[in-house]
Structure formats: C-alpha cells, structure tokens
C-alpha cells in the first residue's frame, strides 16, 4: 500500500487542513465528500455551518444604522476587521448580511469581539 503523499504533508501539519482563513465563517467546519456514480472524482464540499442560538451569544453593544453603512463597515469599526462581518449578521439572526445595514434607523446588535 503506498502513502499518499498529499495526505502524509496534510497529517504532518506541512500544509493547512482547510482552505478557510481564522477570520472565516467556515474555519472549523468540516470538509464532505460526494462521489458521483461511475468513475468520476469525489467532488469536496463544506458540511453544514450551524449557527449559533441567539441566546447563546454574548452581545456588546447596540448600533442603530445610518445611511451609507454596510455590514463591513459595522464590523470594521467594532472588531478592526471588516471580514468579521458574519459575527454580526450571526447575532442578529440574519441570512444576508445586508439586511443588517438595508434600513436606516434599524437597531443592530453588536457581539463580543472573537476571544472574550
């Protein structure tokens, strides 16, 4: 039996495991495999990302939007990191994140930055 050698530089921690940044939404997630029928290769896909309870996320801060804001912004100025923006969206239960920044006046909550 030979050693793939991909596999051997992946166990070894030589190359990263997952394709996604730490400031993803999908880092941690785990990698599935669908094998069509026939001969043909398995085709990766990501599992599915649950998102947290609302409950279950410790809130920081309250924003009320105003015009010209989008949720990059939001998280740029609350995390110094305009990739996080999910975070935000993930608090406020909302599946596209620009319906956090969609109405001026609306009240956006604003999670603890990652790590506290």
């Given at each position: 039996m030979s050693i793939d050698p991909i596999q051997a530089l992946l166990d070894a921690g030589a190359i990263p495991s997952t394709s996604f940044g730490p400031n993803s939404r999908y880092q941690g997630v785990a990698l599935g495999a669908w094998l069509p029928p026939g001969d043909g290769p398995a085709i990766a896909y990501v599992l599915r990302r649950f998102i947290p309870q609302m409950?279950?996320?410790?809130?920081?801060?309250?924003?009320?939007?105003?015009?010209?804001?989008?949720?990059?912004?939001?998280?740029?100025?609350?995390?110094?990191?305009?990739?996080?923006?999910?975070?935000?969206?993930?608090?406020?239960?909302?599946?596209?994140?620009?319906e956090l920044t969609d109405t001026i006046g609306l009240r956006v909550f604003i999670p603890a930055a990652p790590g506290q």
């Amino acid at each position: 039996m030979s050693i793939d050698p991909i596999q051997a530089l992946l166990d070894a921690g030589a190359i990263p495991s997952t394709s996604f940044g730490p400031n993803s939404r999908y880092q941690g997630v785990a990698l599935g495999a669908w094998l069509p029928p026939g001969d043909g290769p398995a085709i990766a896909y990501v599992l599915r990302r649950f998102i947290p309870q609302m409950r279950d996320i410790d809130i920081e801060a309250e924003h009320i939007v105003k015009s010209g804001e989008r949720p990059d912004l939001l998280s740029a100025q609350a995390y110094g990191d305009s990739e996080l923006y999910w975070r935000i969206a993930d608090a406020n239960a909302a599946t596209d994140p620009f319906e956090l920044t969609d109405t001026i006046g609306l009240r956006v909550f604003i999670p603890a930055a990652p790590g506290q």
